[in-house]
């Protein structure tokens, strides 16, 4: 069975533009939660969507968004890039409550 | 004080030597993983424990739900260990957002 997808895998952007970065959960998986890695801040949850629903969110600005669509892959947007967007972006999927599958991470820098 | 908690930080060993990393937490979990990452690699999920212990390997991770506390055992290290361990904790409820330790950064030199 294929692992989390994400795509792409390292991404350059410049302060100001707007990203979009693409998971693909584990087949049958219907749970996909997003996380940020930062050297300052460790890993923090963003959110997290079921069924093509936002169940939870992090403390993050509304810059951030994300949705999911009905084959369970989900999408997260950050727009008006700053600086201190550059991460890693991590995105794990779900079958049961307390499992957990990571993708490979999405590497964003932001000049 | 942060909800998870690492000890320690940074830690050096040689080869062939017994790692313990520990992990405590201050809320209800209904899980707790242990994951690991290499320098600029992905995370991999090592253990998931809601009770008692695993072993995968030379790994064992235990859990006590009453103490708020887990271990990470590495048995018979090897440089291929070198990475950061990180703790993360399910809280309870219909949610699978994580809360992260800060990770514990592993050297095994040769």
């Known amino acids: 069975k294929a692992g989390v997808t994400q795509t792409p895998r390292y991404l350059i952007k410049t302060r100001g533009q707007q990203v979009t970065l693409s998971c693909s959960p584990i087949s049958g998986h219907r749970s996909v939660s997003w996380y940020q890695q930062t050297p300052g801040q460790g890993l923090q949850f963003l959110f997290e969507?079921?069924?093509?629903?936002?169940?939870n969110k992090g403390n993050f600005p509304g810059r951030f968004s994300g949705r999911q669509f009905s084959n369970s892959r989900s999408e997260m947007n950050v727009s008006t890039l700053e600086l201190g967007d550059s991460a890693l972006y991590l995105c794990?999927?779900?079958?049961?409550?307390?499992?957990?599958?990571f993708g490979p991470g999405t590497r964003l820098t932001v000049t | 004080k942060n909800e998870v908690e690492q000890s320690p930080q940074n830690l050096t060993a040689q080869e062939g030597e017994f790692i313990t990393i520990n992990c405590s937490y201050s809320?209800?979990?209904?899980?707790l993983h242990w994951l690991q990452q290499h320098p600029g690699g992905g995370i991999v999920s090592l253990f998931m424990?809601?009770?008692g212990k695993k072993k995968h390997g030379r790994l064992i991770a235990t859990i006590n739900i009453q103490e708020k506390h887990s271990s990470l055992h590495i048995t018979a290290s090897h440089p291929r260990d070198s990475a950061v361990y990180i703790c993360a904790v399910l809280p309870g409820g219909a949610t699978n957002k994580l809360i992260f330790g800060t990770g514990t950064l592993l050297a095994v030199q040769p």
């Open positions: 424990l809601s009770s």
């Open positions: 809320v209800g979990i209904s899980a």
């Open positions: 794990a999927s779900s079958l049961v409550h307390y499992e957990q599958y």
């Open positions: 969507y079921f069924s093509e629903t936002q169940r």
